[in-house]
C-alpha cells in the first residue's frame, strides 16, 4: 500500500505520516517499505490516464508498504485510529495462528495423501496402457493369398 492510502486508513496526514516513518527509519528495513524511485513513479502514473493533471494527488515519490511495514507503521503513528487498527492486526495474527495450529493435523494428513498418490500417476497410465491392448489385441499375421512369384 502507499502511503496516502494508509494515511488515509490511519486517519492522518500524508506528511506526519512519512515525518513518523522518517523519525523512525531504523524500524523500517526494505523488506518493510520502500519509496518508490522517478521511473517506478512515472510508470505507475501511466496506468492512470484520468488524472494527469494533479498527478494522482503526488507531488513526491511515495512510500510503498508490505503487510509487516503496515504493521510497524500502525505501531510508531500517535492516533486513536492508528492504535485501534494495531489492536485488530496483532488480533486477527493470534487468531490466523491459532488456526493454523488447530489445523496442523489436517495439514499433515493432507501431505501424506499426496505423497502417496504421488507414484500413482505411472501406474494408472500402465493400467489403460494394459485395457487399450485387451480391448484391441494385436491381430496375428495373415497367411498371403494370391499367386507366389517363383523367388518367394
Known sequence: MIDRDLAELY???TKHLKQAV????SRFPNDFMFE???SELRNWRSHFVTSNSDRQGLRYAP???????VTMLSCI?????AIVVNIQVIRIFTRMREMLLT??????QLEKIEQ??????EQIEKVFLYLKQLLN?????RQRIGFRRYNE
Open 11 to 13: 486517519g492522518v496526514e
Open 22 to 25: 522518517r523519525r523512525n527509519i
Open 36 to 38: 518508490m524511485n522517478e
Open 63 to 69: 512510500f510503498c508498504f508490505t503487510e509487516q511495514g
Open 77 to 81: 503513528l500517535n492516533s486513536e485510529r
Open 103 to 108: 489445523h496442523k493435523d489436517i495439514l499433515l
Open 116 to 121: 502417496k498418490l504421488a507414484g500413482h500417476d
Open 137 to 141: 489385441p494385436p491381430q496375428p499375421p
